[in-house]
């Protein structure tokens, strides 16, 4: 179970990196996704992925990360919706994930505190909710709000009405 929930963010990772190399006319520079592409795929790979090798992908999104250009460019191959950032996001979160993984396997193998900081950095705020999605929510609380109004009030009338009963 636990290694398709990794292979899974590989695959997220994966998606997006693939995405970006449809639009990339760059080479190997910093904003290039090879590097990160190639981690990935050499962490997926193998049966249990060494700390190392989430401490080198986690360098290699912030390295990525680094280039401004390779956002907008990672988030356009996306598409369109309410969450422009989401594929940006999936991906830092993906890195975040191996940074936990791999500082449980080796404590001592990277600094993982400080590519977490760097991580969360690079991490774009989630979207504000749709307003539809607030509405919504609010609606579905006021129903049931009234149930248990209705339901407390019959339980009254229940209770009150077995007292009556019993004083006739």
Same mark, same amino acid.
């Given at each position: ?36 592409? #190639?981690?990935?795929?050499?962490? &997926? ?48 979160? +993906? &890195?975040?994930?191996?940074? +936990? ?38 609606? #579905? ?6 149930? /248990? ?7 009254? /009338? ?11």
């Amino acid at each position: 179970m636990r290694r398709s929930i990794t292979l899974g963010a590989y695959g997220v990772l994966g998606w997006c990196l693939a995405c970006y190399a449809g639009l990339s006319t760059g080479g190997g520079s910093s904003g290039s996704p090879t590097g990160l592409r #190639q981690t990935v795929a050499a962490l &997926a790979e193998k049966e249990a992925p060494p700390a190392i090798g989430y401490a080198k992908m986690a360098e290699d999104t912030i390295r990525f990360g680094s280039d401004p250009d390779a956002i907008s460019k990672i988030n356009a191959a996306g598409g369109k919706g309410i969450d422009l950032q989401k594929p940006w996001r999936s991906m830092v979160g +993906d &890195a975040l994930a191996g940074v +936990d993984a791999g500082e449980k396997k080796d404590p001592r193998a990277a600094d993982w505190k400080s590519l977490r900081e760097q991580l969360q950095k690079l991490q774009p705020p989630k979207p504000p909710e749709d307003r539809k999605q607030k509405s919504s929510k609010k609606e #579905q609380e006021q129903k049931k709000d009234a149930k /248990k109004d209705k339901n407390s009030g019959q339980d009254k /009338k229940d209770s009150q009405g077995g007292k009556e009963d019993q004083d006739q």
